[in-house]
């Protein structure tokens, strides 16, 4: 048996206004080579300058991943060339990353694991190229989108683990607004480093490299056929060659080249960036806009809340969706009450109007003030639930829509008794088959008819009191 030894290098790219080091702007387009400036070119005399935006989200992102920050911002040059990289090296971060030593617990198969972060660091992403038969061309969009980097330890063990990372990952980046994390558009996308080794053994088995994975799909397929691959290398006693390998479409790795150990990018701190320093202030005022996280969320749901994994799961998914349904519950809504809303009616309208939470007309006080009808017993839920439909459909505050069409619930006891006796003194045949012949439908009849000619206000559970008592009334 060998046991699956996994690191991630996770790339990000942040969502700013500008590229990291020039005003060209930071926007996806497919028209190449338009969103340029003389910087992320690398013309001759031309200076970068930081930008302050893509700097705060770099340290937003280490906070919530547990990392300790640095106390200046420094940028170091990463010296190798190459056609997607036009100066000939690269601005990034060696001396001082944005984060070391972090972490972030997952939920794997109902187990907690905790994915240990080496660093995360800030850089400028590459050009893009295209490559032909006898040509390449070179796309300089991508060329300076600031670019932040996380490196995992080597303690990630199996592909399930992975993907659950990188998902989690990519709803830290959703939660904190730092990047809309698309993997079609490039905007997120990692690097793969496995090895295996055997059980008890002490050092790392040989690493290989899988590179620019964009798809979680094949992050898994890439690790289950490398697992394989190298487990039957290793039970024929054959040697694992330490190289970088792709993802093909047919889910097999296709070996790319050979990797030697060390390469020697000649790294030395960029000369034309000065540092800058980070006040304890600066870094308390950023630590304080954090905001309350997928997994303590969920966590908060389950024990505080009382829910169940499912609904916790559900309203801790989009930090939209959770905020709103917060937002209900700090009005002073029942949490109850307010989940079955929230679960069914609200995320099926958003689904069917293809629409975000924040795009709703029905705002959490308005949702508050329905679940209120429903708890204190004005209103059954079904007739609220309707009712809210409407609402949406005639963007109209469901609240007032139960004042104009009096659609409060009927509860009081003689009011339901007289209206009952009616509809069975309407239906004595229904009645005689209850009384002579035991036909329990007849309950279903009468629910059925008070909820019609009561318009669906009369209180469904007195109804079912009301009715079974005085057909057994009759019977005896």
Do not use: W
């Not at 190229?129 to 600031?146: A, F, M, Q, T």
């Not at 429903?374 to 609220?384: F, I, N, P």
């Amino acid at each position: 048996m060998y046991k699956v030894v996994i690191g991630l290098e996770v790339h990000c790219e942040l969502e700013t206004k500008s590229k990291n080091f020039s005003g060209a702007p930071n926007t996806f387009t497919e028209a190449v080579n338009t969103n340029v400036a003389t910087v992320d070119l690398g013309l001759p005399g031309v200076l970068p300058v930081p930008n302050k935006e893509a700097v705060r989200k770099a340290l937003l992102t280490a906070m919530a991943l547990h990392c300790t920050n640095p106390d200046e911002v420094i940028f170091d040059r990463k010296n190798y060339y190459y056609a997607d990289l036009p100066k000939g090296f690269q601005i990034t971060q060696v001396t001082k990353p944005m984060g070391i030593n972090g972490y972030l617990d997952i939920m794997v198969e109902g187990r907690m694991k905790r994915v240990d972060i080496h660093q995360l660091h800030l850089e400028e992403d590459t050009a893009s190229l295209e490559h032909y038969p006898k040509y390449s061309l070179i796309d300089y969009n991508r060329s300076g989108i600031p670019l932040i980097e996380i490196v995992t330890e080597p303690c990630i063990e199996s592909a399930d683990e992975a993907v659950t990372f990188l998902e989690d990952l990519r709803d830290v980046f959703l939660f904190l607004g730092v990047s809309e994390a698309k993997s079609n558009y490039g905007q997120m996308r990692c690097d793969v480093n496995i090895s295996l080794m055997e059980e008890g053994a002490n050092e790392l088995g040989t690493k290989v490299e899988m590179k620019n994975i964009n798809a979680f799909n094949n992050v898994r397929l890439a690790i289950e056929y490398e697992i394989k691959r190298q487990s039957e290398l290793l039970s024929r006693g054959e040697r694992i060659v330490q190289e970088t390998r792709r993802i093909g479409e047919d889910g097999k790795t296709y070996s790319m080249r050979e990797k030697v150990d060390a390469v020697d990018y000649r790294y030395f701190i960029e000369p034309n960036i000065p540092s800058t320093p980070l006040t304890d202030d600066y870094l308390y005022e950023l630590r304080r806009s954090l905001p309350e996280l997928k997994l303590d969320r969920y966590l908060k749901y389950v024990e505080k809340y009382g829910m169940s994994e499912y609904d916790a799961t559900v309203l801790s998914k989009e930090r939209s969706v959770s905020d709103y349904f917060e937002e209900v519950i700090d009005a002073g809504s029942d949490v109850s009450l307010t989940v079955n809303f929230v679960t069914t009616s609200i995320l099926s309208t958003l689904n069917k109007l293809e629409i975000s939470i924040d795009e709703l007309f029905i705002t959490p006080s308005m949702l508050s003030g329905v679940v209120n009808y429903v708890y204190e017993g004005k209103m059954s839920l079904d007739a609220a639930k309707k009712l809210l439909y409407k609402a949406i459909d005639e963007k109209i505050d469901p609240n007032e829509l139960i004042k104009k069409e009096t659609m409060v619930q009927i509860n009081d006891e003689d009011t339901l008794l007289t209206l009952i006796t009616d509809i069975m003194n309407d239906n004595l045949e229904i009645v005689r088959q209850y009384v002579e012949e035991g036909n329990m439908g007849a309950i279903n009849f009468f629910i059925g008819q008070t909820m019609k000619r009561s318009n669906r206000q009369a209180n469904p559970n007195k109804s079912m009191e009301i009715i079974k008592r005085e057909l057994e009334r009759r019977k005896g």
